[in-house]
């Protein structure tokens, strides 16, 4: 199975902040890489899909980058809905992965 | 507008049985692969299955495969997922997701059903 790890765990910023996550698959899965969003209570929301292209309705400021085994989604600036959970998952192959989640936190 | 609803979680003992529904409308069914997405209290989501349009293939976690049976009714719109021989460690909310394309990922999610293994 391929593995997934998301880096950091968890991180605190402010309003306003520019937040990058990291996450590292154990071997290439192209550009099969996606980002979802989950809050307290409430199912995953699909942010980036395909490494870099935005799902309709997710503002602009969330982006993300990457290929081959090294990707990254980056919030340009951190608004007061953006505190959450945030899971990279790939759909290279079966059995699908996810990263064990990053929760960022109001600072 | 696309909704998927889950049902049929509950408490179960360890070692019983549990079939989840997920109530799918507002969009063609019978054209998207369909998952189940789990996810233990307080931790991450693990993929736990997937069936194609047809049913015909299918696909399970190591974790829970010979133990989970998934499958659609396309007629019904529903997803359903038999769960046998459950595990305190099965213990989690499991979604239902739509999966649109090769490209495009579980764009549609349900709210999620708890099922609870426990004596």
């Known amino acids: 199975d391929i593995q997934m790890t998301q880096s950091p765990s968890s991180l605190s910023a402010s309003v306003g902040d520019r937040v990058t996550i990291a996450c590292r698959a154990s071997q290439s899965i192209r550009s099969f890489l996606n980002w979802y969003q989950q809050k307290p209570g409430k199912a995953p929301n699909l942010l980036i899909y395909d490494t870099s292209s935005l799902q309709s309705g997710v503002p602009s400021r969330f982006s993300g980058s990457g290929s081959g085994t090294d990707f990254t989604l980056t919030i340009s600036s951190l608004q007061p809905e953006d505190f959450a959970t945030y899971y990279c998952q790939q759909s290279y192959k079966t059995p699908w992965t996810f990263g064990q989640g990053t929760k960022v936190e109001i600072k | 507008e696309v909704q998927l609803v889950e049902s049929g979680g509950g408490l179960v003992q360890p070692g019983g049985s549990l079939r989840l529904s997920c109530a799918a409308s507002g969009f063609t069914f019978s054209s998207y692969w369909m998952h189940w997405v789990r996810q233990a209290p307080g931790k991450g989501l693990v993929w736990v299955s997937c069936i194609n349009e047809d049913g015909r293939d299918t696909r399970y976690a190591d974790s829970v495969k010979g133990r989970f049976t998934i499958s659609r009714d396309n007629a019904k719109e529903t997803l359903y997922l038999q769960m046998n021989g459950l595990r305190a460690e099965d213990t989690a909310v499991y979604y239902c997701?739509?999966?649109?394309?090769?490209?495009?990922?579980?764009?549609?999610w349900g709210q999620g059903t708890l099922v609870t293994v426990s004596s």
């Open positions: 997701a739509r999966d649109p394309t090769t490209v495009v990922p579980l764009d549609y």
